[in-house]
């Protein structure tokens, strides 16, 4: 099934085999899973992928898990790549396209990763999944360890939208709820007693979520027939979800299945949370920790991101950029693509395409590239914000004729 050979640390370089470490590196680093790249090139091809299955797991020879039995799955990946005409020239672009990662099953690109994991806890025969979030990856733990027949205890602001709560528990997850932020959760999970058979799945502690989110970045490649586009725009919290797709690209190239060029990575964050766009305009290797966080783009809300470095880093590779937006910029965009394209998004996907036309005027986009914009999740699930963004809905007044309710 798969070509993984050891973990390694994205800083310090120091090796693990998979059995030995599953957190992060003695030096603080984030372990990143390697494969016998040389080997999956001569048995595996671009061919034997179009016959596979319609999920993220159509990659297994480039994914961890080792016994078949072991994954879990609820159809995870293959989410649509929709033209956006429309919007693409509203925002200043002859050729946007929206990667909707709402589609998957959690309603999130956090399934791909969190699938991933589960099905790691599986083979190293764990029992108990615990995870600290601010919301579609606590989400994504609770479903998948009930679909594995495991336990799983998640960590959450007090703010977190209330449909998140409501689905953890439903799925069977211990919820507790923490006043503060990212920050303050992973403080709460490290209190608890050790128990044996427990696996932490908070980015960064856990180096398997990774794998999982770069099929992102293959699934790009192939919907593109494997001739990728200029520019991917994603919002940022952690960082990780670059350090993912970037993963992907250096990937597919040794294996020679994308010529030479890879997108330019542009990531976007708020004004209320942008800690890795100060980083990469100051030109430093690693992000200051914010204070203070106000955005509604509640998953872009960390403090402290622990996938910086790598990050950054993979923004320098590509010759990326960074941008921040207001909140009141990411809604109206939001609302632009909900009424021309039919995609309601989650709010930080509306931040990518609030941030496109400042990119365009500044020259980071050109207006007649490839541009792909990441819808990280689904619209519904922030309902609220979008409710508050319309304002009280309006008058109804009783119909003459027929006696029915029509709005004024």
Known sequence: MTTFSHLECG?????????????????GGLLLARYDLELARRSWSRDWVRNAPATMWRYTPVLPVRTPG????????MTPLVRAERLGRRLGLNQLWIKDEGRNPTGSVKARGIACAISMILELEKRLAVIASLGNAAVGVAAYAASAGLEAHVFLPRSAARSVIAECRLYGAQVTLVEGGLAECVRALDRLP????????????????????????????EQFNWDLPEAVLYPVGQGLGLVAIRKAFEEM??????????????????????????AFRQQRERAEPVRSVATVAAETAVEEPAGDFLALRALLASRGAAVAVTDS???????????????????????????????????????????????TAGG?????????????????????????????
């Open 253 to 278: 190239e040794i294996l020679g299945w994308i010529p030479g060029h890879t997108p330019r990575l542009i990531a976007v964050q708020t004004e209320g949370c942008r800690p890795l766009v100060e």
């Open 329 to 375: 910029e990411l809604l109206e965009a939001g609302l632009q693509m909900a009424r021309l394209e039919g995609v309601l998004p989650s709010p930080e996907g509306a931040a990518c395409a609030a941030a496109i036309p400042k990119l365009v005027e500044a020259g980071a986009l050109d207006p007649h590239e490839r541009v792909v914009l990441i819808n």
């Open 380 to 408: 519904l699930r922030s309902l609220e914000v979008w409710a508050r963004r319309l304002g009280p809905a309006p008058a109804a007044e009783t119909d003459k004729l027929g006696g029915l309710i029509t709005p004024r």
């Open 11 to 27: 800083l310090c370089r120091r090796t693990y085999q998979p059995s030995e470490a599953q957190g992060v590196c003695r030096c």
């Open 70 to 77: 072991s994954v879990v799955s609820l159809g995870e990946g």
């Open 194 to 221: 050790a128990a044996e058979g427990r696996h932490d799945l908070s980015a960064p502690r856990e180096p398997y979520r990774l794998e999982g989110a770069k099929t992102l970045g293959y699934e790009l490649a």
